[in-house]
Structure formats: structure tokens, C-alpha cells
């Protein structure tokens, strides 16, 4: 019973545009990568994950991932993971463009409208859903933090995006169980 409360009130407030309250499990996704591999999310456990959902035309955007291109040089040894999804029209085959363009060191995908908004817990109706939308994800899997559906420029800066990248690098990483 519980859980159907608690699914009732998140659907609620993806009806009205509201981000899913942090932290909560991150949900799977598949990203379909400009260089033709499919890679799972949970793939990145134990990992910080910024998942970056952005259109490969808009200047913010592109500005995030080569910051992000930057924190990936600095961090990605420490477990720092962005991930970029284009979403706009023709993301599919703008996308490996894109990567090559910006010299992107980390995956960049790209799926359609539907699946990015409803991953994002934004309502097919918001049509005010701006880009670029970010979901912080910590080592054990939890969403952390989420830009809201009509976009927070404070969460786009560089200082806010590695002050969130080395909080959350300082936090231990789940205990390693091995597989059966």
C-alpha cells in the first residue's frame, strides 16, 4: 500500500512538472551510443554518473559537455561518468557529429522525445521542458539531484557541476559483491 502512495504522489508531481523528489533509485536506460553500442545505465555502479540530456544545437548544451569533457579529464579516474543523450529531432544522426565535433571523451547517445521526458519524469503535455536537463546519479545508484522541467541556470554552472562531482566522489563507494 505504501508504494502505491508513494507511486500516486510521484506521478503527481510528474503531472504538473515537478523533478522526483532525491534521492530515489535511478531507473534503468538504455543509451544508444553515437558509436553504435547499446550501454545499460546500471553498467556505470559504483560510479558518479552525469546523465546529461541535452539538443545538440543549443549553446548550452554545448557548453555542458565540454565541461563535463573537462571534469571526465580530471575525475573519470576517480569514478566521474557524464553521459550525454540528444534528444532533438534528429538526435540519432546528429549525435556521432556532435561527439566528434567537441572531441567528446565520455558516451554521447541519443533517443526521442518520449522516452528522454518520461525518463525524466516530465510530462508529455509540459511542452516548457528546456534543455539541458541533468540527473545526478552517486555511486550506489540513487538519483541525487535533477534539474527542474523548466530548467535551473545555477545547476548549469561549472562551479555547481564539480562542486557536485567531488561531493559526491567523496562518498564511499558500495561494498563490491561479486557475482555468482
Not at 118 to 141: C, E, F, H, N, T
Not at 161 to 179: F, G, V
Request: negative net charge; charged residues 15%; contains cysteine.
Amino acid at each position: 500500500m505504501f508504494s502505491r502512495v508513494i507511486g500516486a504522489v510521484l506521478v503527481a508531481a510528474m503531472a504538473v512538472g515537478q523533478t522526483l523528489p532525491a534521492p530515489h533509485k535511478a531507473a534503468e536506460f538504455d543509451i544508444h551510443a553515437a558509436d553504435g553500442r547499446t550501454i545499460e545505465l546500471s553498467g556505470f555502479q559504483g560510479k558518479v554518473v552525469l546523465l546529461a540530456f541535452i539538443h545538440t544545437t543549443c549553446p548550452h548544451c554545448q557548453q555542458l559537455c565540454q565541461t563535463m569533457n573537462q571534469l571526465y579529464a580530471q575525475y573519470g579516474a576517480q569514478g566521474f561518468q557524464p553521459v550525454a543523450i540528444a534528444w532533438n529531432d534528429n538526435a540519432e544522426g546528429l549525435a556521432p557529429q556532435f561527439a566528434r565535433e567537441f572531441h567528446l571523451m565520455y558516451p554521447v547517445g541519443a533517443t526521442d522525445r518520449r522516452t528522454a521526458l518520461g525518463y525524466l519524469g516530465i510530462s508529455l503535455m509540459d511542452q516548457l521542458a528546456v534543455v539541458p536537463q541533468m540527473v545526478w546519479i552517486d555511486r550506489k545508484g540513487m538519483v541525487r539531484a535533477q534539474t527542474p522541467a523548466d530548467g535551473d541556470l545555477n545547476m548549469t554552472t561549472e562551479a555547481y557541476i564539480q562542486k557536485m562531482t567531488t561531493t559526491l566522489l567523496a562518498e564511499p563507494a558500495p561494498p563490491h559483491r561479486p557475482s555468482h
